[in-house]
């Protein structure tokens, strides 16, 4: 076993039972093939509670201040993440991304760039819509719900894989496509709070 698969079981073990976590959703996650998956963001556990319920490997974008302590750095590497420049248009991290998808793997990223301190969506930046429309792999939208209190349920709801074919069609704008998919997962979260 790899240690991603490790570092899921271990984690998954101390947080589903201590958040309850609820997921729902699953049946609809593609099996294979790229996919880009689009989270909300509201606490800095979002990333191992998707981890942790998402059915296949997910490679996340991760802010570059991670990156800069020894100890964490080897961690997300390990957990198979990639770094980000916040508030610039970041060349590389978006060419990893783009490769990412290419390979077939699966791209996590919280359109809204930073975590939402009231729990409110905040608006996404383009970089979310410049991968939807630069590729084609399945757009997958998905809500966290919930406060992060012990013993209170926390939700995670995946929702079926947005059609971006009239926004790619017509070449929308990265802007266009970022805020089509936001709306996709303030659906999912008023479907299911």
């Known amino acids: 076993m790899d240690f991603y698969s490790v570092a899921k079981g271990a984690v998954k073990s ?52 991670l990156f800069r302590t020894p100890v964490v750095k080897t961690l997300v590497k390990h957990l198979r993440a ?35 301190k009231d729990g409110r969506l905040k608006k996404a930046l383009p970089g979310v819509g410049f991968f939807a429309l630069r590729t084609d792999a399945a757009v997958v939208p998905c809500a966290i719900i919930g406060p992060y209190r012990p013993f209170v349920p926390l939700k995670v709801v995946y929702g079926a894989p947005i059609d971006m074919t009239p926004l790619r069609e017509r070449k929308a704008s990265p802007e266009e496509a970022a805020d089509y998919i936001m709306d996709h997962i303030r659906q999912l979260l008023e479907q299911h709070q």
Not at 32 to 56: F, Q, Y
């Open 82 to 116: 990639f770094p980000v420049k916040r508030g610039m248009n970041d060349r590389q991290a978006l060419r990893t991304g783009l490769e990412v998808l290419k390979q077939g793997e699966v791209l996590g990223i919280f359109p809204e760039g930073t975590r939402s």
């Open 14 to 65: 101390i947080l589903t039972p201590l958040y309850r976590i609820q997921v729902t959703g699953l049946e609809q996650f593609p099996k294979e093939g790229a996919v880009l998956l689009c989270t909300n963001h509201i606490s800095n556990l979002d990333p191992p509670v998707v981890g942790i319920t998402a059915p296949r490997p997910i490679r996340f974008m991760a802010k570059e201040e």
